[in-house]
């Protein structure tokens, strides 16, 4: 019997593209640090990741770079960057 899928859980943005021009080696799971205005606009379902990678500092933390995630309508002066770089929790 197959297991059912979580009702809570929904992925936001996956890349397609990466995965038909590129063999995938490895595959982690990951996180990501987020702020108010950026989850918000993730929940509208807006977020492309076609063009981002993620890339290790010289500390070992892990960021995806180059993800767009627009700002929130709503959001005012609080209002996130679309293209900054997001650090991964791992």
Same mark, same amino acid.
């Given at each position: 019997?197959?297991?059912?899928?979580?009702?809570?859980?929904?992925?936001?943005?996956?890349?397609?593209?990466?995965?038909?021009?590129?063999?995938?080696?490895?595959?982690?799971?990951?996180? @990501?640090?987020?702020?108010?205005?950026?989850?918000?606009?993730?929940?509208?379902?807006?977020?492309?990741?076609?063009?981002?990678?993620?890339?290790?500092?010289?500390?070992?933390?892990?960021?995806?770079?180059?993800?767009?995630?627009?700002?929130? @309508?709503?959001?005012?002066?609080?209002?996130?960057?679309?293209?900054?770089?997001?650090?991964?929790? @791992?």
């Amino acid at each position: 019997m197959a297991a059912k899928p979580d009702p809570n859980f929904k992925v936001v943005a996956d890349n397609r593209k990466a995965r038909y021009n590129y063999e995938i080696g490895e595959i982690f799971e990951a996180g @990501l640090a987020l702020t108010g205005t950026e989850v918000k606009s993730l929940r509208t379902g807006k977020a492309t990741i076609a063009e981002s990678y993620a890339h290790v500092d010289r500390q070992g933390e892990a960021w995806l770079v180059n993800a767009n995630i627009p700002e929130y @309508l709503a959001g005012n002066r609080f209002n996130h960057p679309p293209k900054r770089p997001r650090k991964l929790l @791992l």
